[in-house]
T-cell receptor, first 112, second 113 residues
Framework: DVKVTQSSRYLVKRTGEKVFLECVQDMDHENMFWYRQDPGLGLRLIYFSYDVKMKEKGDIPEGYSVSREKKERFSLILESASTNQTSMYLC???????????FGNGTRLTVT | QKEVEQNSGPLSVPEGAIASLNCTYSDRGSQSFFWYRQYSGKSPELIMSIYSNGDKEDGRFTAQLNKASQYVSLLIRDSQPSDSATYLCAVTTSLQGAQKLVFGQGTRLTINP
């Protein structure tokens, strides 16, 4: 089974802090993704990566950046956290373009 | 028109009955279709993948795909209270250039004992 591990289940940060969300997958998948999920807005794609050191903007990249230094690890960075970034963050990976996404357990981030 | 559309529900079904969830998509060239189940506060969990027209069965779940009509559905037989969740339809689309996986808003399903 594919395992996607997110480093924190719950996180509370203050406005203006730099926040790192870590994600690791163990299936040698090329593709990795970061989504956020909010009530009534569904899943929204923040950033994705098709290869090491490669990144592409998703639908809502503003206020976020990513890092993929190793194939198995994809990090989401909130440069200066704001209250409107309070959300559930979901990391996912997949083998190739036609394959399903496998999600991590999610990180519920609260910015106060 | 949204790329992937689902009825948001809530859909209420008595225990033991068949629950029918529907999804329509706009990209006629879509090739990969997925159903996810998401319990409240949890992450989405893959239930079914379907790539060809017709039915695909896995236990109590059946996915149905009709590319000509651009819809995909999920049937849950002998519904159980533990099936109460939000069900997300996801479709691979190549609209706007890059191929990506687009999710519907989800249908909230409640199974009544």
């Amino acid at each position: 089974d594919v395992k996607v591990t997110q480093s924190s289940r719950y996180l509370v940060k203050r406005t203006g802090e730099k926040v790192f969300l870590e994600c690791v997958q163990d299936m040698d998948h090329e593709n990795m993704f970061w989504y956020r999920q909010d009530p009534g807005l569904g899943l929204r794609l923040i950033y994705f990566s098709y290869d090491v050191k490669m990144k592409e903007k998703g639908d809502i990249p503003e206020g976020y950046s990513v890092s993929r230094e190793k194939k198995e690890r994809f990090s989401l960075i909130l440069e200066s956290a704001s209250t409107n970034q309070t959300s559930m963050y979901l990391c996912a990976s997949r083998r190739d373009l036609g394959s399903p996404l496998h999600f991590g357990n999610g990180t519920r981030l609260t910015v106060t | 028109q949204k790329e992937v559309e689902q009825n948001s529900g809530p859909l209420s079904v008595p225990e033991g009955a068949i629950a029918s969830l529907n999804c329509t998509y706009s990209d006629r060239g879509s090739q990969s279709f997925f159903w996810y189940r998401q319990y409240s506060g949890k992450s989405p969990e893959l239930i079914m993948s379907i790539y060809s027209n017709g039915d695909k069965e896995d236990g109590r779940f059946t996915a149905q795909l009709n590319k000509a009509s651009q819809y995909v559905s999920l049937l849950i037989r002998d519904s159980q209270p533990s099936d109460s969740a939000t069900y997300l339809c996801a479709v691979t689309t190549s609209l706007q250039g890059a191929q990506k996986l687009v999710f519907g808003q989800g249908t909230r399903l409640t199974i009544n004992p």
